[in-house]
């Protein structure tokens, strides 16, 4: 996947723990988890901007892009 999730490294610079964070921004602890992991395939912009907000953060300093390799290419 070419979007990756940051949110446990600033997590750790916020050092608050996932279930704090979870109930703060009002969704399960599993479903941060899966975010959190890498394993969603989208996110609400409402979920990301409770994230923002209780992180004092950007959406950018979570998300991050990261191309996938070209086809074809003889790496």
Same mark, same amino acid.
């Given at each position: 996947?070419?979007?990756?999730?940051? /949110?446990?490294?600033?997590?750790?610079? @916020?050092?608050?723990?996932?279930?704090? /964070?979870?109930?703060? *921004?009002?969704?399960?602890?599993?479903? /941060? %988890?899966?975010?959190?992991?890498?394993?969603?395939?989208?996110? @609400?912009? %409402?979920?990301?901007? #409770?994230?923002? &907000?209780? /992180? #004092?953060? &950007?959406?950018?300093? *979570?998300?991050?892009? *990261?191309?996938?390799?070209? #086809?074809? %290419? %003889?790496?």
């Amino acid at each position: 996947m070419a979007i990756i999730v940051n /949110l446990d490294v600033i997590m750790a610079k @916020r050092k608050i723990s996932a279930g704090e /964070l979870a109930g703060r *921004i009002g969704i399960t602890p599993a479903n /941060l %988890s899966i975010l959190k992991n890498n394993k969603a395939k989208a996110v @609400r912009f %409402s979920t990301l901007e #409770e994230i923002c &907000q209780v /992180l #004092e953060c &950007q959406p950018g300093d *979570i998300l991050q892009y *990261i191309p996938d390799k070209q #086809e074809g %290419s %003889s790496e």
